[in-house]
């Protein structure tokens, strides 16, 4: 009996088809879904509203800052921007096999399968701890099903600022994914935009301050808005400010303004001292 052989090297006889999707198709085609052009981040994330706290007025953003975790405060992100309705069943929730979850938090790009699925894992459990969001397995697919929480770490039910609430917020915009900003920032700059987008267009922040207001180092203020400035987010305006008791009587200090992707504009807006 004869055996008919097939050439697979022929075009005529090979089929191709479509490659896996990437990490970056993943997170367009979530970003896509939520349907918006930019995503609501509760102000306490990044600031302790109560002005009472004299001693200490960083909000949840700081343990992100003072453990090196990027690729977590990045995720957060991420979930803020991609889950945009509180109508399934487990309130403000999406559902996707944990395979995806890998793709899109990028662990796939640096991993094997198995150890991109458990680095998923170990950066969203760094977000169940820190009472950000709550996690929960389904199915035999390992379905991974993720609830926003309040962002202040309270452990609380999530729910969107200004809708219902007085809570306030500002606005990460999608050009923060879509433009690569998100692998382009360090965490200082991260950290730093997420002030910027916290505080009025035109504020002034003492570096000193940072400690006491934010949760992280003067240096790494310094370094995060430098590097905003060299990719042209930030415009820096130094300016002189009368000082009675200074040697010269004059004091000079930073003025910040978020310019190009995340420039934003309030018609009368003043500079202010961030933190007021």
Do not use: C
Not at 44 to 67: E, H, I, T
Not at 145 to 155: E, Q
């Amino acid at each position: 009996m004869h055996h008919l052989e097939v050439n697979r090297d022929h075009p005529a006889e090979r089929k191709e088809g479509e490659g896996p999707a990437t990490p970056s198709q993943t997170r367009s085609t979530l970003l896509d879904r939520a349907k918006r052009d930019a995503a609501p981040i509760y102000n306490g994330f990044v600031q302790n509203p109560d002005r009472d706290q004299k001693d200490d007025r960083s909000g949840p953003l700081s343990a992100f800052v003072r453990n090196g975790d990027l690729r977590g405060l990045r995720t957060l992100l991420l979930l803020h921007s991609i889950i945009s309705s509180g109508k399934g069943d487990n309130g403000w929730s999406t559902t996707l096999p944990l395979g995806a979850w890998a793709r899109a938090l990028s662990t796939t790009e640096t991993a094997e399968q198995r150890s991109a699925t458990t680095a998923a894992s170990k950066i969203l459990g760094r977000l169940e701890d820190r009472r950000l969001i709550r996690r929960a397995r389904s199915g035999h697919a390992r379905k991974v099903t993720i609830t926003l929480l309040r962002p202040d770490g309270s452990g609380v039910d999530y729910s969107r600022p200004g809708d219902g609430n007085k809570d306030p917020f500002f606005s990460l915009h999608r050009r923060y994914w879509d433009d690569a900003w998100w692998s382009k920032l360090s965490l200082p700059a991260t950290a730093m935009l997420l002030v910027a987008l916290h505080e009025r267009p035109g504020f002034t922040l003492p570096t000193e301050h940072v400690p006491q207001w934010y949760g992280w180092s003067a240096d790494t203020a310094e370094r995060g808005f430098r590097q905003l400035q060299r990719h042209g987010l930030l415009d820096i305006d130094a300016r002189l400010k009368t000082a009675p008791l200074s040697p010269t009587g004059q004091t000079k200090e930073n003025v910040y303004t978020l310019t190009n992707a995340f420039g934003r504009t309030r018609p009368g807006s003043k500079a202010r001292g961030a933190g007021q």
